[in-house]
């Protein structure tokens, strides 16, 4: 009897020390600290909606076919100057608005104003049936210089990721200076006048995004403004200088912009 009891003692302390162990031990693990995994980091996507500004350099050239002729002797004199491809430095600023969609399409408008060297400087002999007439010094003079370049223009362009491809056109606008002159003769009298012109525009480039703000591009444009008639009345009655440009331009640019 004294065994039995002793064995039902045990058995129950053992269980009763079981149980108080299970106790302590889920406590302990409702009391430890639980973390939870943070979200994972999605790297933002660029997005090339958004308004924009900035500037530009370069350099442009002439592509202006020139004629020059008198209307008293239509026949006797004609001067052809051709295309004087003379270059100068283009620099200015601009400011756009782009649209992202589809998701890899682009539609954006721009203007832009740009300063310009592009100076075509022409001097021919004054020639009779192809010959040069006179002493030295009779002289065509046709000068063409071209004081700033303005565009309006849509884009259309193609996105992957940071880079855009597109194409753009619109309108253009320009102010150029023209000189005239007939030296040599006793007739001549130099003009010099200004003229607004417009016509259109056309072009692409390359553009990347360097960081969410900056963007840098490479461009090409092609400008038409028309043909312009310069009238240049010389000191002889009847006696006119008629001088005939045909005003078109080629610009290669840089440029950084500001997206806000």
Do not use: C
């Not at 660029?46 to 076919?65: I, K, L, P």
């Not at 038409?224 to 009238?231: A, H, K, W």
């Amino acid at each position: 009897m004294r065994k039995l009891l002793k064995t039902t003692a045990f058995a129950a302390l053992t269980i009763s020390s079981a149980s108080l162990a299970y106790t302590v031990s889920a406590s302990a693990a409702d009391m430890a600290p639980r973390y939870k995994a943070p979200p994972p980091i999605v790297a933002p996507v660029w997005s090339w909606t958004g308004f924009y500004a900035g500037v530009h350099v370069g350099g442009g050239w002439s592509d202006s076919d020139i004629t020059q002729r008198n209307d008293l002797f239509p026949g006797f004199d004609t001067a052809s100057f051709g295309n004087g491809n003379q270059a100068g430095v283009v620099g200015g600023g601009q400011i756009g608005y782009n649209w992202q969609f589809a998701p890899n399409w682009l539609l954006g408008i721009e203007g832009d104003f740009s300063g310009t060297g592009i100076r075509n400087n022409n001097t021919r002999p004054i020639t009779a049936g192809g010959v040069p007439i006179g002493p030295f010094g009779f002289n065509h003079v046709a000068d063409q210089n071209v004081n700033w370049l303005a565009t309006i223009r849509g884009r259309l362009g193609w996105v992957w990721d940071r880079w855009l491809i597109y194409g753009t056109g619109g309108g253009a606008f320009a102010d150029v200076d023209y000189r005239t002159d007939y030296t040599g003769f006793a007739v001549n009298n130099p003009l010099t006048t200004s003229r607004t012109l417009s016509g259109w525009v056309a072009g692409g480039g390359v553009e990347y995004a360097v960081s969410s703000n900056w963007m840098v591009r490479a461009e090409y444009l092609y400008y038409d403004l028309g043909n312009e008639t310069v009238l240049n009345p010389t000191s002889a009655p009847g006696f006119n200088l008629v001088t005939t440009y045909d005003n078109r331009f080629h610009v290669v640019r840089a440029a950084v912009n500001y997206k806000f």
